[in-house]
């Protein structure tokens, strides 16, 4: 498990992520922000995907009632809730 995060680094590994496996018909609008179901980029099953992505490679568990569009809509969102969730294993 990562316990020490640079929020850059988790930004780009879910960008280098969401770009290999969604469309994204030009890379360079993809912003922190940018809502990725709003945008068409992810849909639910996308949702389901992003979801492994995130256990597979932060080594943390997203429970159900944590699949939120806070925590998953957006690469800001995703960096933030995989960080607040490996800080909190880090402090067990």
Same mark, same amino acid.
């Given at each position: 498990? &990562? ?8 930004? #780009? ?7 290999? $496996? ?22 639910? &099953?996308?949702?389901? #995907? ?15 009632? #944590?699949?939120?569009? #806070? $925590? ?21």
């Amino acid at each position: 498990m &990562t316990l020490a995060l640079a929020p850059d680094r988790c930004k #780009e590994q879910i960008r280098a992520f969401l770009t290999s $496996n969604f469309y994204i018909s030009d890379v360079k609008t993809l912003e922190d922000d940018t809502s990725l179901l709003d945008q068409g980029i992810i849909d639910s &099953t996308g949702v389901l #995907e992003v979801v492994g992505f995130i256990e597979t490679t932060f080594g943390i568990v997203v429970d159900d009632s #944590e699949i939120l569009p #806070e $925590n998953l809509d957006s690469i800001r969102g995703m960096a933030h809730y995989i960080a607040s969730k490996v800080h909190a294993a880090a402090d067990t």
